[in-house]
């Protein structure tokens, strides 16, 4: 009557193994995932802190700079003068 127990508690402790052992499996992946994305939004934030600094230190250059009008900077135009012609 227990002669077939036996066989079976021991197939039932391995199947409890294996589940175990693939539960622990997809835990780690699960964390190896999580930590890949932690390390990705820290590139992210790394990137844009740093255009933000370029933006701000080309915005200071830019102020540091005389003050130009912008365009031309010489004389007048020669789109001014068209049409007129003085001869």
């Known amino acids: 009557m227990f002669f077939g127990l036996e066989k079976r508690a021991k197939l039932a402790v391995g199947l409890a193994?294996?589940?175990?052992?693939?539960?622990?499996?997809?835990?780690?992946?699960?964390r190896q995932r999580?930590?890949?994305?932690?390390q990705a939004e820290i590139r992210?934030?790394?990137?844009r802190q740093q255009e933000i600094r370029a933006a701000e230190e080309a915005r200071k250059a830019s102020d540091l700079e005389p003050n130009r009008p912008k365009g031309l900077s010489r004389g007048r135009s020669r789109r001014s003068d068209r049409?007129?012609?003085?001869w």
């Open 34 to 38: 999580q930590e890949l994305a932690r």
């Open 44 to 47: 992210r934030e790394m990137q």
């Open 17 to 30: 193994r294996k589940i175990g052992q693939r539960m622990e499996r997809e835990r780690e992946a699960e």
């Open 83 to 86: 049409g007129y012609d003085p």
